[in-house]
């Protein structure tokens, strides 16, 4: 059963990888268009470069394509699952390249604002990013998943496979850790209120 690509976009993420198994490749295109960009967005706090957030991504939706004719729904969300792929995929990068720098690839400047925001706005990004980089690796991936990714806790914790207890601690941690590398750069990055 083919279903027209409007249509799709009412049904989960689960339902669509469903209809891909069984044949409906207007159905992979809806979920991929649904998912890449979040899975690229997360790939890209961690890694801190584009080109390799590219080729994670492309790996993480290819993994989940090559399981979906024996996908059980019920037993993890397709998200959390592609979320974890996702992140092990990070780790094993970052990993391999201990001594590359993570924020060495410049981020694309946004054309929409003007020059003078770019840079400010490339500063603060700059600066997270580089704060971000000095966390340990599971405090950063939290940190990221909940206040860049905005996932839950309890979505995290599958995701991390830890408990929320845990992914709580982690995020307490980060934060603190963050706020003292960002604190003396207020000023720097603009956020100084007089």
Same mark, same amino acid.
């Given at each position: 059963?083919?279903? !027209?690509?409007?249509?799709?976009?009412?049904?989960?993420?689960?339902?669509?990888?469903? &209809?891909?198994?069984? +044949?409906?490749?207007?159905?992979?295109?809806?979920?991929?268009?649904?998912?890449?960009?979040?899975?690229?967005?997360?790939?890209?706090?961690? &890694?801190?470069?584009?080109?390799?957030?590219?080729?994670?991504?492309?790996? =993480? &939706?290819?993994?989940?394509?090559?399981?979906?004719?024996?996908?059980? /729904?019920?037993?993890? /969300?397709?998200?959390?699952?592609?979320?974890?792929?996702?992140?092990?995929?990070?780790?094993?990068?970052?990993?391999?390249?201990?001594?590359?720098?993570?924020?060495?690839? =410049?981020? !694309?400047?946004?054309?929409?604002?003007?020059?003078?925001?770019?840079?400010?706005?490339?500063?603060?990004?700059?600066?997270?990013?580089? @704060?971000?980089?000095?966390? !340990?690796?599971?405090?950063? /991936? @939290? %940190?990221?998943?909940?206040?860049?990714?905005?996932? +839950?806790?309890?979505?995290? +914790?599958?995701?991390?496979?830890?408990? %929320?207890? =845990?992914?709580?601690?982690?995020?307490?941690? +980060?934060?603190?850790?963050?706020? @003292? @590398? &960002?604190?003396?750069?207020?000023?720097?990055?603009?956020?100084?209120?007089?």
């Amino acid at each position: 059963m083919h279903m !027209p690509f409007d249509a799709q976009n009412d049904l989960s993420d689960e339902a669509l990888l469903t &209809l891909y198994a069984n +044949g409906d490749e207007t159905a992979a295109r809806a979920l991929t268009l649904r998912l890449t960009p979040r899975v690229f967005a997360h790939a890209a706090r961690m &890694l801190g470069d584009r080109a390799e957030a590219e080729d994670v991504t492309q790996e =993480a &939706l290819m993994r989940l394509w090559r399981i979906a004719p024996d996908w059980r /729904q019920g037993e993890a /969300q397709v998200r959390t699952w592609l979320y974890r792929v996702t992140a092990n995929l990070c780790t094993d990068r970052l990993r391999r390249r201990r001594t590359v720098p993570l924020d060495a690839v =410049a981020e !694309p400047p946004d054309e929409r604002e003007g020059p003078a925001e770019q840079l400010q706005q490339r500063a603060r990004q700059d600066a997270l990013q580089g @704060a971000l980089n000095q966390l !340990p690796e599971r405090q950063r /991936q @939290a %940190v990221v998943l909940r206040h860049i990714d905005g996932l +839950g806790n309890p979505e995290i +914790g599958q995701i991390m496979e830890i408990s %929320v207890e =845990a992914v709580e601690s982690l995020v307490a941690r +980060g934060k603190r850790t963050l706020s @003292a @590398a &960002l604190a003396g750069r207020r000023a720097e990055l603009g956020y100084d209120d007089g």
